[in-house]
Every structure is written in C-alpha cells, then in structure tokens.
C-alpha cells in the first residue's frame, strides 16, 4: 500500500479495507458442527496472530437458539480445528498443542477430547504421524480418524520408527511406482492416508489409585489396511450407528488414468466392499439416512473433449447384504448438487447448488425428487446441519456482501437468522449490484458489480474485470483471496462475471464453452464488459482484467485477443496448453478434456505476438495444479516475443511477482499483503497514471 494510505497507531481506517493490516486480522469462520441434542453449535474461527505472519485456528460455541454471545472454548498458539461431535455431546477436536502429560513430546497433530459436561480438553490419542481428521457416529459411541501412515509399516509402533529414521538421517526422497505423485501443493508418498477405529485400550496399571477423570488409553485398529493411496482425495461419512463407513477410493487404471469407486468399509471386520465401480463414472458418498438405510451417492462423468462431465445424484439402499441399482434422485433437476443432510424423519435431504449467483439451500423430497427452495436470498451457504426435530437448520452463509456467518433457517418458511457471532460483519464503503447482457447466441451472460461510493456519470469508476478460475465455478460467495472490496476502496469498479463454463446456469451453459476456452467465454466475458461499461458511471477509457488460475488463463487469452486494457494481471495462470496438460499434478483429467489440436487452438502463448498490454505475471514454486513452468515460460516469452520487449537495457512494463514458498493460492498473510500491495502499484501505474509506492518488504 502506499505508505500515505496507512493509518497512525492514533487514526483508525475508514474500513478495514481501506487498510491491508485490517483486512487480515478480520476473524475467518468455517466449519460448523452439532451437537446430538441439537443444543450446542461450535465453529472454527481463524485469527491473525500478534506478528501479522500466521493465522491461529480456535473453537468457539455458538448459541442455536441465538439467545447467547459467542465464546472461545479453545487457545492455544497452535491453534485447533476439526470439531466433531460424539453421540454423547463430548466434542473430538485436532491440535498439534503441547500435551501437559507429556511437555517434552514433539508437537503433532493429535487427538483431543472437551467434555460435554465442561472442564479442561485433554490429550485422547497421539500418534508420531499425526491426525489428519475425526468421525463419529451420530448415535452410538463410535469414534474414527483420518490419519497417515508410512506405506512400508506394519504396525503403529513400526510407523513410528520408520518416521524417526527418516527424520534423523534427513531423508525426504519417495521412489513412486504409480500416478499421481503430488496434488495441489503436497508431494504425495511415502506416507498414504488410512481409516482407523478409536477403541478403548487397556490400563497400564490396574488398581493404581488416580483421579475420577483418569481413562484407559485408547487404541487404534487399521479398517483399511490394503487399499494403498487410495484414500488420498477422499469423501468420507458414517453411518449414524457406527457400523459402516462409506468412503470412495481411487481406482487406478491403464495409461494413468483413474477413477473414484464407491466403498464400505465394515467396522467390525475391517472389510471392505465395492459397492459402485462403473467405466466413466466417479461416485462420492453423501449423507446416510437416520435408519441407516439409504445413501446418497453422488455421481460424476468422466470428461471428454466434446462432453462436460454430469453430476446427479441417487439414492443406494444399502441395507441388504447384496447391492441394489442406483435410483435417480431429482435428476429434472438442471443444477450439479451437493447432498449435505437428511431430515430425521427421512422424508427430504437437504442440499445445496449454484444458482444464478448464489448457492442456495434446497429440499428434495426421497419420494418424488421434487426440489423445493429453501432459503431465497442471494447467498451462498455451506457446512448445513439440522435439528434433531427436523424444523432447524443451521449453515454457514456467505455473498460478496459479508463474509461466512454461522445461521439458523427455518425449514418451514425459509426465514434465515444470523446467530451472534464471533465478530461483527466488516463494514465496506460501496454497494454491489446485479447486471447481465445477452451473448451472440443469445444466451444470458451475468455478473456481480461492485462499485465505489460515489461513481456517477460526473465521477466515472475505473474498471476492473475479474476472470473466475475452475472453469466450473461461479462468483457466488465471499472469497478472502479474491476480494473486490479492497480494490473498490480504492475507486475502482470490479465486474465479476460468470461466463459459459460456469455453474449455477444449467449444463447447457456449461456445454456451449466445453472445450471451446477461447470461444464462447471469451465473448461472454467481452460482451458483459461492452454493457458495463456503456454506464455512465463507468469510465470506458480506464479498464484493466485480471484473472487466477483458469481466470489467469483467460487474462493470458485476453491480453493476445485485444488490446482495450491498460492492463492485466494474470496469476497462476495457463500459458502454453501443450506444456500445461502433461505437467500438471492431475494429467489424467486434463488431457481427457481436449484432443492435442484443441488445446492448441486454445492456447494463449501462440498469440503472444500479439500482446501490447502491460501485464503483471503472479506465480507460486509450490503451485502443482498449474507449475511453475508455465509462469516462467510467459514471463520469457513476454520479455522476448511481444509487442512491449525487454529494451536494450533488459527493461519492460511487464513485471513478474514470484513467489518462491507460495503454492496456487498464495496463503501467508504478509504474503498475501505484498500480493494486494503489489496489484495495486501496478494498477495505479498503468490504468490511472498515479504513482503508488510499493510495499516496503519486497527490499527495492
């Protein structure tokens, strides 16, 4: 930022996105979990730490009823997460904290318990390799976790000897014998996930006289210990009285290729049955049914370069002891759904969908596959639980107008309340509108605008384009990496458009951009930017796009298709689709979606000839979705073969931010302050002509 925007510690900003320090120290909420008696919810709240550097994760309880402030129930500097209920109103949580049993103990991620009748959370299990997640049973006292182990060990005590050796000899190598080897920002292998059962051990000292709150250790047992790295992406669920697990594993096939299979694991024999494994389909467990009975399923389609995938959802009865066809679940229904959970009485499941901006909560009825909208405003919710008597739900909820907020619905009406929370909505300056134009087709292309207080025709907003990533997503919910709010302070204008390829608009408008990037997104996204700006309080002259990810893709196509930007700002992005597709940590999906002269035809450094706009590269080492490859190729090929080269003196308008330890997102607060910090002197320079100095950190 420029330092003359920054307050004094005496002044206090106009909002906290007038200030990037504010910015990150707003509170983060996610994740919300029930109690069995439907009387205690508790959220996970993200805060900055006193350094700036970090965010610390905490538990707090909300009140259901919303008669109650918000509390913290956890502290510590390693923060906790992972909150999940057991049948008896204990709460199971993660926590790499320090076990006071056990101070000179290295720090992992393990188990620990909160009584449902209060007192102090203690250490339940630890394990040298840590704890990844926990499950339970919503009625019976059943208790699992998530939790890796190094694929060569036998036991728990071997796994922990194996890890020592290779930390004490300083050993990171894995031979890998199969695909993929990473995902996103992790190096996949040695170690693969496994599910385990949380049992009662036995007392090391029977009859030694201790504390009334003294418990017998617990033990692990290994449910899945031949399924390899399958487990690596998973969905898992279990049944409410604890005897199955539903989990999809990946199932390796020729050439690399894989799919999702749909299993059950057997808790008390640990055996494990495919119920689900069709050619060209992936399957993904949902919830259960209050009788155990019945799950969801969700299906996808493998892609293929003139087909998008499908995503439906079914009903599998799954109380017999032979599986039965699958039965389509609201498949009229022109929207890809997530099932989130059923009503006790097993009469509806509740789930939530992209729609038209916003990602609502709807009912579906088991008997008819009649959809019903439950909530109607424009918001997008997630982590939905109901109430034990089936009249509540409980959600998180998010838009472009305030961040996630945990609150209550009322099923009957639809009526939504917000629950006190554990910090007041951030007040932004500006105000968010809905707008859309018509395609060449004919097709409806919309978009959220957000506009800076007082643009009018006599003080004309800049205008900044937005580009999502995905492409199958849709600009429906508060996002913290991509927020316009800090840009709107700023006197810009922010278009947040959904073109073809995007969710929420049937799978016709995903269909007419399938395999066709340059195309029909392309034109939606000119023809919704030629509508905004014909208002007069947008000033056409001074525009600039930007885009991350799939949005950086279509940034790098903007920038050879045009030249009505004064700049664009491409981060994590797609450059040359020939290098892209064999490189990135999942080849398997990508070189599915388009034959060899497809991603040729739609690749954007075969244009770069073409580009006379100044553009800003924004790239992450630890990025494996898109590699670090195609962010060096296009800064090269900038600098070398555009219209605007290096000079003589090795000088050009476009610049290259790099970040060495950032992956496809870039996480780190004060990274994610040079990130803001950076766009904006680069915006300022070359769209409004003003000078804003750059952040102070970057040492030039």
Same mark, same amino acid.
């Given at each position: ?10 002044t206090?900003?106009?909002t ?9 120290a ?5 994740g919300?979990?029930?109690?069995p ?8 709240? /993200?805060?900055?730490?006193s350094?700036?550097t970090?965010?610390?994760?905490? =538990? ?8 109650n402030?918000?509390?913290?129930i ?11 209920f057991?049948?008896n109103g ?10 006071p049993?056990s ?8 188990l620990?318990l ?7 959370a ?5 394990? $040298? ?17 998530n939790?890796?182990? &190094? ?8 796994d922990?000897?194996?890890r020592k ?5 300083k ?5 890998h014998s ?6 996103w ?24 006289p201790?504390?009334?709150d ?6 692990l ?5 031949g ?5 690596r992406e998973?969905k898992?669920?279990v ?10 594993l990946?199932? $390796?096939?020729?050439k690399a290729?894989?799919?999702e299979? &749909? ?7 640990g055996?494990?049955?495919i119920?689900?494994d069709?050619?060209?389909?992936s ?7 209050p009788?155990?009975r019945?799950l969801?399923v ?9 087909r ?7 009903? =599998?009865?799954?109380? %017999?002891?032979e +599986? +039965? ?17 059923? &009503? ?5 499941i509740?789930?939530?969908a ?8 709807f !009912?579906?009825?088991v008997?008819?596959?009649?959809v +019903? ?9 997630t ?7 089936g ?6 909820r998010? /838009?472009?107008?305030?961040?996630a907020?945990a ?8 009526d ?5 929370a554990?910090a007041?909505r ?10 859309? +134009?018509r ?16 643009? /009018? ?8 384009l937005?580009?999502h ?7 429906n919910?508060?996002t ?11 006197g ?11 969710t929420?608009?049937?799978q016709?408008?995903i ?7 340059g195309?029909k997104?392309f ?11 014909? !208002? ?7 525009t ?12 790098n ?8 930007f ?5 981060h ?12 990135t940590?999942?080849a ?22 073409n ?19 195609? %962010? &060096?190729?296009?800064?090269y090929?900038l600098?070398s073969?555009?219209q605007?080269?290096?000079d003589e003196?090795?000088?050009s308008?476009?610049r290259?931010l790099?970040?060495?330890d950032?992956?496809?997102w ?12 950076v ?6 320079k ?5 000078d804003v ?8």
């Open positions: 930022m420029d330092s003359t925007d920054s307050p004094t510690p005496s206090q900003p106009e906290p996105f007038h200030d990037l320090d504010h910015y990150l707003i509170p983060r909420v996610s919300l979990a029930l109690s008696d439907g009387n205690r919810l508790v959220t996970t709240v /993200s805060t900055l730490n350094k700036g970090e965010f610390a994760t905490a =538990l707090w309880e909300l009140d259901p009823a919303g008669r402030h918000a509390r913290r956890t502290r510590s500097s390693k923060g906790e997460a992972g909150a999940a057991a049948a204990d709460l199971y949580f993660t926590s790499a904290r320090p076990d049993d101070p000179d103990a290295d720090p992992v991620n393990a620990w909160l009584p449902a009748d209060g007192g102090e203690r250490v339940v299990h630890s394990r $040298a390799g840590g704890i990844n997640a926990v499950l339970t049973a919503t009625d019976a006292d059943a208790t699992f976790i939790a890796d182990v &190094l694929a060569g060990s036998t036991d728990e005590d071997n922990e000897e194996r050796s290779r930390k004490d000899n050993v990171s190598a894995i031979l199969g695909y993929p080897i990473r995902y920002d992790a190096d996949l292998g040695p170690a693969q996930p496994r599910i385990f059962a949380v049992e009662p051990g036995e007392t090391e000292e029977p009859g030694k201790s504390t009334i003294t418990q017998p250790p617990l033990k047992r290994n449910l899945t210990t399924v390899g790295g399958s487990l998973a898992t669920v049944s409410p009285d604890g005897r199955t697990i539903y989990t999809c990946t199932k $390796a096939l020729a290729d894989s799919r299979v &749909l299993a059950a694991v057997d808790v008390a024999t055996a494990v049955k119920l689900l069709h050619e060209g389909m399957y993904f467990p949902g919830p259960v049914s009788d155990n019945t969801v969700e299906s996808e389609s493998d892609t293929t370069p003139t998008a995938p499908q995503v439906k959802l079914h009903l =599998l009865n799954v109380s %017999g002891g +599986t +039965t066809d699958l039965e389509p679940l609201a498949h009229q229904w022109d929207r890809w759904a997530t099932a989130r959970a059923w &009503l006790p009485d097993g009469s509806a509740l789930v939530t992209d729609d038209d901006g916003a990602s609502p909560v !009912r579906v009825d008997a008819s596959g009649g +019903t909208r439950v909530t109607t405003d424009a918001a997008a919710y982590d939905v639980v109901v109430s034990p008597d009249t509540t739900a409980y959600a998180l998010s /838009s472009y107008e305030f961040p907020e609150v209550r619905i009322d099923l009957a009406t639809g939504v309340v917000r629950l006190p554990p007041e951030p007040v932004y300056k500006g105000h968010l509108e809905r707008v859309a +134009t395609a060449e087709d004919g097709s409806r292309v919309p978009a959220y605008l957000a506009l800076p207080e007082g643009a /009018s025709a006599g003080n004309p907003a800049p205008l900044l937005w580009i990533g995905g492409p199958l997503g849709s600009w919910a508060w913290w990496r991509w927020n316009p709010w800090l840009l709107v302070a700023k810009y204008a922010v278009l947040l458009p959904d073109p073809a390829l995007s929420g608009y049937g016709d408008y269909q007419r951009g399938w395999g066709e990037w195309k997104p034109q939606d996204l000119m023809a919704i930017t030629d509508a905004v700006v014909q !208002r007069p309080d947008i000033d056409e002259s001074r600039a796009a930007m885009g991350g990810s799939f949005g950086g893709y279509m940034a196509w903007v920038a050879g298709q045009t030249d009505r004064k700049a664009i700002v491409t994590a992005s797609l450059w040359a689709l020939d290098q892209f597709g064999p490189t940590d999942a398997q999906y990508w070189l599915k979606e388009m034959t060899v002269e497809m991603a040729m035809e739609n690749s954007p450094h075969l244009n770069v000839g580009i006379k706009t100044p553009m800003l590269v924004i790239h992450g080492d630890k990025d494996y979705r898109v590699p670090i490859g195609e %962010g &060096l190729r296009l800064w090929e600098l073969s555009s605007l080269p290096a003196n090795g000088q308008p476009h290259f790099y970040f060495p950032e992956n496809h870039v996480l780190q607060p004060q990274h994610a302050k040079i990130w803001y910090g766009v904006e002197h680069f915006l300022a070359e769209v409004l002509g003003e100095a750059l952040p102070e950190e970057l040492g030039i």
